[in-house]
């Protein structure tokens, strides 16, 4: 079935440095790909969409220029958290949709804790 | 997309069926009921999904009721390794759209 494989599982790093969250469809074409995060007993809340060669959707108070979203091949899209904070700790996960995926038609990665410090 | 209500947990003693209940009643026409679960620190997980018409695979079966406005996941035999957060989305199976997940019900399988 379709792969999506999400690094790193863990980080955890200064306040203020930046971390790169990198998913990889591994046997289909990504066309589009959604990023969520998810904070301790809480769903998973949307925090944005990029459709491969455009420039990402953000959801209503995710600052564009602080996650950082590059969708630039059919089998990568990376977020990164610019100048991270403690507030950003959550559980990042990608889901990914195209072409070659089967009847299902999203496929998660195993997302990413992140932790500032 | 329509809204779902689910009951924010339950208890299922493992070997037991788990019949995990959804409400969508602004279901329209053309959207599907998904089912994911998610088990804790790991991305969800699809189970199944549906139209109209009761659907089985070798995970679960889901039971869509006629006016559509609710419908059952059933665990068959549930075991330890079943106890997650179950989600029951409802979208519409065109376009790009992002599946928008509710709280869910916690299920607990008890040996």
């Known amino acids: 079935g379709a792969v999506v494989s999400q690094h790193p599982s863990r980080v955890i790093c200064k306040s203020g440095t930046s971390v790169k969250i990198e998913c990889r469809s591994l046997?289909?074409?990504?066309?589009?790909m959604f990023w969520y995060r998810q904070f301790p007993k809480q769903s998973l809340m949307l925090m944005a969409t990029?459709?491969?060669?455009?420039?990402?959707?953000?959801e209503q108070g995710v600052e564009k220029d602080k996650f950082l979203i590059n969708h630039a091949s059919l089998t990568l899209s990376t977020l990164t958290v610019t100048s991270a904070h403690p507030e950003d700790s959550s559980f990042y996960i990608c889901?990914?949709?195209?072409?070659?995926?089967?009847?299902?038609?999203?496929?998660f990665g195993s997302g990413t804790r992140l932790t500032v410090v | 997309d329509a809204k779902t209500t689910q009951p924010t947990s339950m208890d299922c003693a493992e070997g037991r069926a788990a019949n995990l209940p959804c409400n969508h009643s602004?279901?329209?026409?053309?959207?599907?009921v998904y089912w994911y679960r998610q088990i804790h620190s790991q991305g969800p997980q699809y189970i199944i999904h549906?139209?109209?018409n009761n659907e089985t695979n070798e995970m679960a079966s889901l039971i869509i009721t006629e006016d559509r406005k609710s419908s059952t996941l059933i665990l068959p035999h549930a075991t330890l390794r079943d106890t997650a957060v179950y989600y029951c989305?409802?979208?519409?199976?065109?376009?790009?759209?992002?599946?928008?997940f509710g709280k869910g019900t916690r299920l607990s399988v008890i040996a």
């Open positions: 889901s990914a949709r195209g072409y070659g995926q089967g009847n299902n038609g999203y496929t």
């Open positions: 046997d289909f074409q990504a066309t589009t």
């Open positions: 990029s459709n491969e060669g455009s420039k990402a959707t953000y």
């Open positions: 602004t279901i329209s026409g053309n959207e599907y």
């Open positions: 549906g139209l109209k």
């Open positions: 989305i409802v979208r519409g199976n065109s376009g790009n759209t992002p599946l928008v």
